[in-house]
């Protein structure tokens, strides 16, 4: 699903790079996808996607 039109970004995207960089802020987020930079309808669903994302990342000492 497309959860920036404007830019063409999906939830796939957004849950690969939150993943991956693990922004904490939205702000963040938008420096490593193009969210948010011409109508912003995007930013309450992809901070969601972060937010749930996030959640399921392991700490470090669930890890080891």
Request: charged share 30%.
């Amino acid at each position: 699903m497309y959860v920036c039109l404007c830019n063409a970004v999906s939830d796939k995207t957004l849950r690969e790079v939150v993943r991956r960089y693990q922004p904490k802020s939205i702000q963040h987020l938008r420096q490593l996808v193009p969210i948010g930079k011409q109508c912003g309808k995007c930013i309450r669903v992809a901070r969601e996607i972060m937010d749930d994302e996030l959640q399921q990342v392991p700490l470090y000492k669930e890890i080891a």
